[in-house]
T-cell receptor, first 118, second 113 residues
Framework: AQSVTQLDSQVPVFEEAPVELRCNYSSSVSVYLFWYVQYPNQGLQLLLKYLSGSTLVKGINGFEAEFNKSQTSFHLRKPSVHISDTAEYFCAVTPSNAGGTSYGKLTFGQGTILTVHP | DGGITQSPKYLFRKEGQNVTLSCEQNLNHDAMYWYRQDPGQGLRLIYYSQIVNDFQKGDIAEGYSVSREKKESFPLTVTSAQKNPTAFYLC????????????FGSGTRLTVV
């Protein structure tokens, strides 16, 4: 089974400042990793994903994340945030190998609410 | 445009009544999922289906039921046995076996009074 821990439930930041949202995971098998964003009363939208290859992944809206296998982390970063980035962000994992009861199922963290202040 | 549609967006029901939430997708996705979202608890899997006429319980299936009679549709029934049904419900779909990642609907907020 997999588990995901988002280390900060809330992150306040001023506009144009950099931000990092932290995500650690636990898994006995190799995983694929995802970050989603949720605006109020809406569904989740995929920001970026790591499947293989370069450990630095770039996504939409200027976000990027770095996969660190030794530290089992997948932190999300943005060098300069905007008011419009205010939302809840979810980290998620799924096993990368076919077979097993968890195949194809995403396990989500508890979410991090990012609030950007003017 | 392809997508996944949940209806209604807001739903109010009296305690003790069953209620069915609709989820339809036209993405030709094989798999469909229902999640429940409560503040500070992330998304918890209720049921999922990887093929038509087959579905499996997730982590919090008690008090819920589903059907998958068509590839496009995966309705969720919240029964009177669900002790705390007020929540935000999200439906998602994906292809099996490639390009992982879900497409989510916009959610249904259920309030039971």
């Amino acid at each position: 089974a997999q588990s995901v821990t988002q280390l900060d439930s809330q992150v306040p930041v001023f506009e144009e400042a950099p931000v990092e949202l932290r995500c650690n995971y636990s898994s006995s098998v190799s995983v694929y990793l995802f970050w989603y964003v949720q605006y109020p009363n809406q569904g989740l939208q995929l920001l970026l994903k790591y499947l293989s290859g370069s450990t630095l992944v770039k996504g939409i809206n200027g976000f990027e994340a770095e996969f660190n296998k030794s530290q089992t982390s997948f932190h999300l970063r943005k060098p300069s945030v905007h008011i419009s980035d205010t939302a809840e962000y979810f980290c998620a994992v799924t096993p990368s190998n076919a077979g097993g009861t968890s195949y194809g199922k995403l396990t989500f963290g508890q979410g991090t609410i990012l609030t950007v202040h003017p | 445009d392809g997508g996944i549609t949940q209806s209604p967006k807001y739903l109010f029901r009296k305690e003790g009544q069953n209620v069915t939430l609709s989820c339809e997708q036209n993405l030709n996705h094989d798999a469909m999922y229902w999640y429940r979202q409560d503040p500070g608890q992330g998304l918890r899997l209720i049921y999922y289906s990887q093929i038509v006429n087959d579905f499996q319980k997730g982590d919090i299936a008690e008090g819920y039921s589903v059907s998958r009679e068509k590839k496009e549709s995966f309705p969720l029934t919240v029964t009177s046995a669900q002790k705390n049904p007020t929540a935000f419900y999200l439906c998602a779909s994906s292809f099996q076996g490639r390009d992982y990642g879900y497409t989510f609907g916009s959610g249904t907020r259920l309030t039971v009074v």
